[in-house]
T-cell receptor
């Protein structure tokens, strides 16, 4: 089945220690998104890639970076995690990046910062 | 600016009862899309339905039904004969046709008790 995969499902890191979260997709979609979801809140878009074009949201902290080495994979790098970065990180994909397309989400990575 | 409001933060029902989740939205765009996603305790956001602004037909899918009323800017979701597996947080979301950013409501937590 075509799907969005995220690894690991659970990640524990220490305050200030860089961490990388991974997302891959078999849907062959052009667009990949990263969302942050804190407890009892709605997902918040951090950035997205349309093919190789990176689009950052204005309020995304510089501490968050992303890489997309090919169509299938996208990474979220948190350079110096703080306690406030503990959250669920959701990856999503869509075909064209326009509203006409549905965004399909992966299972998420739950990040704990100690 | 777009806004989605889910006034009910939590609903508790007994199995086999019907439950209706309210969603009210604001947008200045004439063409837009509305979505419902389900987020079970595992964390994955599961796509349920997409409706475009020109299609006000109600839709039924098994025990799920959706009522879109453009006149009141509402897109309500009903679960008929609820089951324990329906326990989850449900998000209503909006995106404009030419956009790529989902605007989520705050979510409604549904608890179905046996």
């Amino acid at each position: 089945d075509a799907m969005v995969i995220q690894n690991p499902r659970y990640q524990v890191t220490q305050f200030g220690k860089p961490v990388t979260l991974s997302c891959s997709q078999t849907l062959n979609h052009n667009v990949m998104y990263w969302y942050q979801q804190k407890s009892s809140q709605a997902p918040k878009l951090l950035f997205h890639y349309y093919d190789k074009d990176f689009n950052n949201e204005a309020d995304t902290p510089d501490n968050f970076q992303s890489r997309r080495p090919n169509t299938s994979f996208c990474f979220l790098d948190i350079r110096s995690p703080g306690l406030g970065d503990a959250a669920m990180y959701l990856c999503a994909t869509s075909g064209s990046g326009e509203g006409t397309d549905t965004q399909y989400f992966g299972p998420g990575t739950r990040l704990t910062v100690l | 600016a777009q806004k989605v409001t889910q006034a009910q933060t939590e609903i508790s029902v007994v199995e086999k009862e019907d439950v209706t989740l309210d969603c009210v939205y604001e947008t200045r765009d004439t063409t837009y899309y509305l979505f419902w996603y389900k987020q079970p305790p595992s964390g994955e956001l599961v796509f349920l339905i997409r409706r475009n602004s020109f299609d006000e037909q109600n839709e039924i899918s098994g025990r799920y039904s959706w009522n879109f009323q453009k006149s009141t800017s509402s897109f309500n979701f009903t679960i008929t004969a609820s089951q324990v597996v329906d326990s989850a947080v449900y998000f209503c979301a909006l995106i404009k046709a030419a956009g790529n950013k989902l605007t989520f409501g705050g979510g409604t937590r549904v608890l179905v008790k046996p």
